[in-house]
């Protein structure tokens, strides 16, 4: 598997773990991890540490689970509103 492929399947990882509907969630994937991770998978802090190996970047992973989480708030708040209208 290439890194780019690497890189997106982390990415995606990561992002799943913010989902804008109903899902389950289960302890981490990830032996030692207590976080809480969708479906029974690895949790977004576990794909953050992924994304750091994979880019050798740890900053850049953790500005990316930020920018993450921070477009989920807000799709999550647009997703309010239009269900007010």
């Not at 994937?29 to 809480?36: E, H, I, K, L």
């Not at 992973?61 to 477009?71: D, F, Q």
Request: glycine share 8%; charged share 25%; hydrophobic share 35%.
């Amino acid at each position: 598997m290439s890194k780019e492929t690497e890189f997106f399947d982390a990415l995606h990882g990561l992002r799943s773990n913010y989902p804008t509907g109903v899902t389950t969630w289960s302890k981490c994937s990830t032996d030692g991890c207590d976080n809480s991770a969708r479906g029974g998978g690895y949790c977004a802090h576990c794909w953050e540490d992924t994304i750091a190996k994979i880019t050798g970047d740890a900053k850049l992973a953790n500005e990316l689970h930020i920018a993450t989480a921070t477009a989920h708030r807000r799709i999550c708040r647009a997703l309010d509103i239009v269900q007010e209208i």
